[in-house]
């Protein structure tokens, strides 16, 4: 089976490089977004293999934004502009690493060759789907977690109309485009919104009838998630779920990422150590990846001691 990898990148080219490496055999292809912000370059003199593209298509990246979607969804389109029967196209991160083998993977993924790798959810938390569906997410700037959330202004109080106010003065709201926050509910093309983690693995066709779904509903999906809060935690999990009502034969199945979300006093997600080594190595055998990694020679060779 054909292991089309589309990763996304902003730092660190030797963990890219020794990441690509470890996963690279005949049946693999590489398809890298480096974020606009990043020197290329660099990049391209540390990873030079004939099966791997840097993409020409780049965005400025911003936590949690549309930006993110767009390079995920650049990625898509190169990754399938040379089709090949029976391939998977598998996203991953520049801080990934595998926590199976190689000969695991294959054979993991050849005989779950049917189904769709991605965690995929509705909302139960009222707080999180009002932030995320209901309310506007303006970015103060292009550092992490610096935004605002606008409520309609026909729905809200005094203060929220003065953040509109604040906001348009400082021009974080196009003013070509305010009349769309006085609107009581924002419009949205869906009835039902899913999340979850934005780590996935889909089969070629369904890479496909999502990309001819974004052609399709483009703008009205666009003016949407252009202010959701973490649309890249939203945006393909509500297609893919909108496909599924009216494709029945699509099997999801869980992530093939482990994310430890859950450890406390640290800064989330955690991002390994070599006293990890027994936690990643003991993962179920369907998560064949884990993030995130920063360049840890001293654990990443543990790893792959133990994996040979």
């Excluded at 990898?5 to 690279?24: A, G």
């Excluded at 399938?80 to 595998?98: A, C, T």
């Excluded at 789907?129 to 606008?150: A, C, G, T």
Aim: aromatic share 12%; proline share 3%; glycine share 2%.
């Amino acid at each position: 089976m054909i292991k089309k990898y589309i990763i996304t990148v902003h730092t660190n080219p030797n963990h890219l490089k020794r990441l690509i490496n470890k996963l690279n055999d005949k049946n693999s292809e590489f398809y890298i977004h480096l974020d606009l912000k990043s020197e290329i370059n660099h990049f391209k003199k540390i990873v030079k293999l004939p099966n791997v593209v840097f993409i020409e298509k780049r965005v400025k990246c911003i936590w949690g934004d549309i930006s993110q979607v767009m390079a995920t969804i650049n990625l898509l389109k190169r990754a399938i502009h040379n089709k090949k029967e029976n391939s998977i196209i598998i996203f991953l991160s520049g801080q990934d690493y595998p926590i199976k083998s190689l000969s695991f993977i294959d054979k993991y993924i050849q005989e779950n060759n049917k189904n769709e790798f991605i965690d995929m959810m509705p909302f139960k938390n009222s707080i999180i789907y009002n932030q995320r569906v209901n309310q506007y997410k303006i970015n103060n700037s292009e550092k992490r977690m610096d935004f605002v959330y606008l409520s309609p202004i026909l729905s809200s109080g005094l203060k929220n109309f003065k953040l509109f106010i604040k906001l348009i003065l400082k021009k974080k709201i196009d003013i070509i485009e305010a009349l769309r926050f006085v609107k009581r509910k924002r419009v949205s093309i869906f009835k039902k919104h899913y999340k979850g983690s934005n780590w996935f693995a889909l089969q070629y066709d369904t890479v496909r009838e999502v990309l001819n779904y974004i052609e399709v509903n483009e703008n009205k999906l666009f003016k949407y998630y252009k202010y959701t809060a973490c649309a890249d935690e939203q945006f393909f999990h509500t297609i893919l779920n909108e496909i599924s009502s009216r494709k029945k034969t699509l099997n999801f199945s869980s992530s093939l990422h482990f994310v430890d979300w859950n450890r406390k006093n640290v800064p989330l997600p955690v991002t390994f150590t070599v006293d990890d080594i027994n936690l990643l190595l003991n993962q179920p055998k369907g998560k064949l990846f884990a993030r995130k990694f920063n360049e840890d020679d001293e654990l990443l060779n543990l790893l792959d001691l133990k994996l040979n």
